[in-house]
């Protein structure tokens, strides 16, 4: 089975702090993916990521940055949390040559 | 603007019926559809795709069927459970890309024991 392991279930955080949010995959998937899902807005692709060091904007990219070193290791970084980034941060995964992503259990972020 | 849309919020069935969750796109150039299970506090699961090629896709009780002349899709559970009860996402990707999927916002469907 594919595992895809988000760091942290539930992260409190203070408005400025500089928050990173990581997902390791352990099936060797080329892509991973970064959403975050909001109540009435859906899935929202923030970075995708097709090889190590490679990196794309999704649809919302405002306010974060993206790294990936290893091929199995992609991490979301918030510079400075705002209240809006209140959300669930989804990471997904998926093979270079099949569009089926797996997906984390998410990552509740809740920044005061 | 929203590529794909499910335009029903929420669908209630009893145990035992058929539930059907509809899912609509815009973009031609789609050619692969995927549904998604997603229950409260968890990531997505994977759940059955369906490739532009075929208009039809079974996997025990789940059946998608694709109507590209209409840009419709929809997802068949028979019989319903209560175990269904959970957000249905909707996604689609087009070929050639970086496998990205666009999502509808979901369809909470709710079994009635």
């Known amino acids: 089975d594919v595992k895809v392991t988000q760091s942290s279930r539930y992260l409190v955080k203070r408005t400025g702090e500089k928050v990173f949010l990581e997902c390791v995959q352990d099936?060797?998937?080329?892509?991973m993916f970064w959403y975050r899902q909001d109540p009435g807005l859906g899935l929202r692709l923030i970075y995708f990521?097709?090889?190590?060091?490679?990196?794309e904007k999704g649809d919302i990219p405002e306010g974060y940055s993206v790294s990936r070193e290893k091929k199995e290791r992609f991490s979301l970084i918030l510079e400075s949390a705002s209240t809006n980034q209140t959300s669930m941060y989804l990471c997904?995964?998926?093979?270079?040559?099949?569009?089926?992503?797996?997906f984390g259990a998410g990552t509740r972020l809740s920044v005061l | 603007d929203q590529q794909v849309k499910q335009n029903s919020p929420s669908l209630s069935v009893q145990e035992g019926r058929i539930s059907i969750l509809n899912c609509d796109y815009t973009?031609?150039?789609?050619?692969?559809f995927l549904w998604y299970k997603k229950y409260p506090a968890e990531g997505p699961t994977f759940l059955i795709s369906?490739?532009?090629?075929?208009d039809k896709n079974e996997d025990g009780r789940f059946t998608v069927f694709l109507n590209k002349s209409a840009k419709h899709l929809s997802l068949h559970i028979v019989p319903s459970q209560p175990g269904d009860s959970a957000v249905y996402l909707c996604a689609a990707s087009t070929q050639g890309g970086s496998e990205k999927l666009v999502f509808g916002k979901g369809t909470k469907l709710t079994v009635n024991p």
């Open positions: 990521s097709y090889d190590v060091k490679m990196k």
């Open positions: 099936m060797d998937h080329e892509n």
């Open positions: 369906i490739s532009s090629i075929k």
């Open positions: 973009n031609s150039m789609f050619d692969y």
């Open positions: 997904a995964s998926s093979s270079g040559d099949r569009y089926i992503q797996y």
